[in-house]
């Protein structure tokens, strides 16, 4: 299920960046922002406007603020003018750099807020851009179990009673942290990396059946749950079917596909007497010493490959 996050207050925005409001006769509870990149303006300043994306952050450094310096009067004005009528969402000053009069005015005609930093215009723009990112995800929810195991994003999945909150539960109590039940929110923040979080509603709690709500952060303590994990790898719970061929090696890895991105993952078949946090503990450190570049798999390949060979010798 999408979630619709495709745009950010401004509000926010000044609250997370620490951002003077310069302009505190708008109101910035009614701008968004729905672009992650930012712009700073120098090409416009100097009036050309091919190509220029207006819904991004305008950010005004020491260059774009020395070269209006330059600019007499009637000149800044119109420049002003222009940048103002493109219907930017806002205008940033970084290193606490302060807009003339003449902006002041403007900005207020069409009600484009201006807001200031302290921070430099570069750490500035990597932060911001960063945490834009990350809000202005594609976001799916889905249902499942996000645990971290040994520093690895494990999503359990699988039907509704298969043992998914269980299987957490033990994992907890194995020392392992917990970051959401029953619902996952994912966000896609590159293509290389999703992220999981837990609804507000639902945070810290598990679910389990007989037994009822509980609360892990007050039972277990606050080491025992993580806010948000990167997800490195995908668990399925099934029930065993005697007539199903499991994969026993491991030669070849499978893969789901969350919102693009394809994150490995096992089929893990449930009997009576199976140890599921034991089970998921090993794939979690199996998949680290695969990522340092450690197959047991292919090791054992390898071995009876030269065995043959021998016996060929």
């Given at each position: 299920m999408k979630l619709g996050n495709n745009?950010?207050?401004?509000?926010?925005i000044v609250e997370k960046m620490g951002l003077t409001n310069l302009t505190p006769q708008i109101d910035t509870d009614t701008k968004y922002v729905t672009q992650p990149d930012v712009n700073r303006p120098a090409l416009?300043?100097?009036?050309?406007?091919?190509?220029?994306?207006?819904?991004r952050v305008q950010i005004i450094g020491y260059v774009e603020e020395a070269y209006i310096e330059t600019l007499d009067r009637a000149t800044r004005v119109q420049r002003y003018r222009q940048l103002m009528e493109s219907n930017i969402p806002c205008l940033i000053f970084c290193r606490s750099q302060q807009p003339?009069?003449?902006?002041?005015?403007?900005?207020?005609?069409?009600e484009i807020p201006l807001l200031s930093?302290?921070?430099?215009?570069s750490s500035f723009m990597a932060e911001i851009i960063r945490w834009l990112k990350v809000q202005l995800a594609p976001t799916i929810s889905i249902h499942g179990v996000l645990v971290d195991v040994f520093g690895e994003g494990v999503l359990i999945m699988g039907e509704s009673g298969i043992g998914k909150s269980e299987a957490a539960l033990e994992l907890i109590k194995r020392g392992?942290?917990?970051v959401t039940d029953d619902v996952v929110e994912i966000k896609k923040v590159s293509d290389e990396t999703l992220i999981g979080t837990a609804p507000d509603i639902t945070r810290?709690?598990?679910?389990?059946r007989g037994i009822g709500i509980i609360d892990v952060k007050s039972l277990f303590g606050v080491e025992s749950i993580k806010e948000t994990q990167g997800i490195d790898m995908v668990i399925k719970l099934e029930d065993w079917d005697k007539d199903k061929e499991y994969d026993?090696?491991?030669l070849e890895e499978t893969y789901t596909e969350i919102l693009g991105n394809k994150v490995v993952s096992?089929?893990?078949?449930?009997?009576?007497g199976r140890n599921l946090a034991v089970i998921v503990e090993t794939a979690a450190v199996n998949w680290r010493q695969r990522k340092m570049g450690y197959n047991a798999a292919q090791e054992l390949y390898n071995r009876v490959q030269q065995n043959l060979n021998k016996g060929l010798e």
């Open positions: 745009e950010v207050q401004l509000t926010k416009q300043l100097a009036g050309f406007y091919d190509h220029f994306d207006n819904e003339d009069q003449d902006l002041l005015e403007i900005a207020l005609k069409y930093s302290d921070a430099s215009t392992h942290r917990l810290h709690f598990i679910e389990l026993r090696l491991g096992h089929n893990i078949p449930i009997r009576p």
